[in-house]
């Protein structure tokens, strides 16, 4: 039974970034090209292609971080998936948007987006992560410019923000906060 | 290079037996589909051109992990290792394997992988192998002509591949429950932790006072397969044990590996270091066990 030519594609129904689209789906493709190349989504990075190493096409699938590059686009359908233009509001950016601004945590910024959605994952489940928390969970997302320590700090200064923990900021505004 | 999958036909049954049914009339042009890691992976590199794919994703009830009657641990083809890592269940009662997971670093690989996925992938290298090795797991596998049960260390074929025909799935993996007063520990050396094992070790002990009753030692990473060594086992049950002693059966387990040279290390550091590692996995494990028989009484 060989049918190396026969592409069964189906219309599928994709719920992204809470906007539902209908789309003619082949098995082969993934998630990541779906959201990058069909819907335009191109804030979800390409980076290994495919080696499941680096973590730049991380997006929340029902709030849980998988890697785009390595789910097939129709296992994802009648699912809610996050990709990282669903974290901002039109009120303005996320608190770990604006916190990765404050702290420098951005230099390239080709991982930020997978950095973004990995710490959202963490912080829906822990909103007081200490910094070993902070680092396990973004362990599977690779930057290779700011060495890791103005993210962890960001993303510890966005966990104070959303949960108005004021001292947090009063202790970062005089200098430093993060042990190591 | 950005390659996109070669076309395949993706079938999503609802049950087992479709699935199996399904499979078997796909022979070796099929193959299951659970997490995907390893699979889409390696169709990405075009290394693999399954012309179909049996996701297991609709049928229900395969993501079960739950103790049962007979104390033994039942894990469901589809538990990821996230819902293990985090499944206070496991934690308690199964912390060697609790542990082997921790050792895996990316939350996007556990979220996604699967524990039996990992076994079906078959790699020498796996971290979850030798802790389900020492742990005595068992696979149960569903095939066209019924079901078998299979330990896990008959499970492995060199090199990575498994005694799974086409048409066959595994359907759970069993753990019993550690006898009381089991001590146990898990040991893994790699460049980094993100990084995949040079060597692992995982060691159980079972302790009466200051013998031996029973020990299970398995390595990760230093032969065609993941390794039992039953040699290293036999040198302590029914032993005092003492630093001599562990010093013995750590010899026998690095006499039993038969690791090569590759990018990540040396055959001859791998060999070395089977015997440290067994060597401060037993000390571990035999205090850990002393602890609990402490407790206990």
Not at chain 1, 50 to 68: E, H, I, K, M, Q
Not at chain 1, 111 to 136: H, I, Q, Y
Not at chain 2, 243 to 269: V, W
Request: proline residues 6%; aromatic residues 4%.
């Amino acid at each position: 039974m060989k049918t190396k030519d026969v592409v069964r594609a189906q219309v599928a129904t994709f719920v992204v970034n809470g906007r539902t689209y209908e789309e003619l789906v082949p098995p082969n493709m993934t998630l990541l090209e779906l959201l990058r190349d069909r819907l335009g989504l191109t804030g979800t990075k390409r980076g290994c292609s495919g080696s499941g190493n680096c973590g730049a096409c991380t997006v929340l699938l029902d709030g849980r971080p998988v890697l785009s590059c390595l789910t097939l686009a129709l296992l994802a359908r009648d699912r809610e998936v996050l990709t990282v233009e669903g974290l901002s509001t039109p009120g303005g950016l996320h608190p770990l948007q604006q916190a990765f601004l404050e702290h420098g945590a951005v230099q390239c910024g080709f991982c930020t987006p997978g950095m973004l959605l990995s710490a959202k994952a963490l912080l829906d489940s822990n909103p007081d992560p200490t910094p070993a928390e902070v680092r396990a969970a973004l362990a599977g997302n690779l930057c290779r410019c700011t060495g890791y320590v103005k993210i962890v700090e960001a993303v510890l200064a966005a966990a104070a923000v959303m949960r108005g923990d004021a001292a947090h900021e009063d202790r970062e505004q005089a200098g430093g906060c993060v042990s190591w | 290079m950005h390659r996109t999958l070669k076309p395949f036909e993706l079938l999503e049954p609802e049950s087992l037996d479709e699935a199996v049914a399904s499979l078997a009339r796909w022979g070796g042009d099929a193959r299951v589909l659970a997490g995907g890691l390893d699979l889409v992976a390696k169709m990405t590199r075009w290394e693999m051109q399954p012309d179909c794919l049996v996701s297991l994703d609709r049928i229900p009830g395969l993501d079960v992990l739950e103790r049962q009657d007979d104390g033994a641990l039942r894990i469901g083809p589809m538990v990821t290792l996230r819902g293990i890592e985090l499944s206070p269940l496991v934690q308690a009662g199964w912390p060697l394997l609790a542990a082997a997971v921790d050792h895996i670093s990316s939350v996007q690989v556990k979220t996604m992988g699967t524990l039996v996925g990992n076994l079906c992938v078959a790699t020498p290298a796996s971290d979850l192998a030798p802790a389900l090795l020492a742990l005595g797991a068992t696979l149960h596998i569903a095939r066209p002509d019924g079901a078998a049960a299979v330990p896990v260390e008959d499970f492995f074929v060199p090199v990575c591949s498994s005694i799974l025909e086409p048409g066959q799935i595994v359907t759970e993996v069993s753990v019993p429950a550690p006898a009381a007063g089991t001590g146990w520990a898990f040991k893994k050396l790699a460049h980094t932790k993100a990084c995949i094992a040079k060597v692992n070790v995982a060691v159980t002990i079972e302790r009466e006072g200051d013998v031996c009753r029973r020990a299970r030692v398995a390595l990760g990473a230093v032969a065609s397969t993941p390794l039992r060594v039953p040699t290293a086992e036999h040198a302590l049950e029914g032993c005092e044990v003492d630093r001599d002693l562990i010093a013995r059966a750590a010899g026998l387990a690095r006499e039993a590996a038969t690791p090569i040279t590759d990018l990540r290390s040396t055959a001859d550091y791998r060999r070395d270091m089977v015997e440290v590692l067994t060597r401060r996995a037993l000390t571990e494990a035999w205090d850990k066990a002393s602890e609990r028989e402490g407790r206990a009484s």
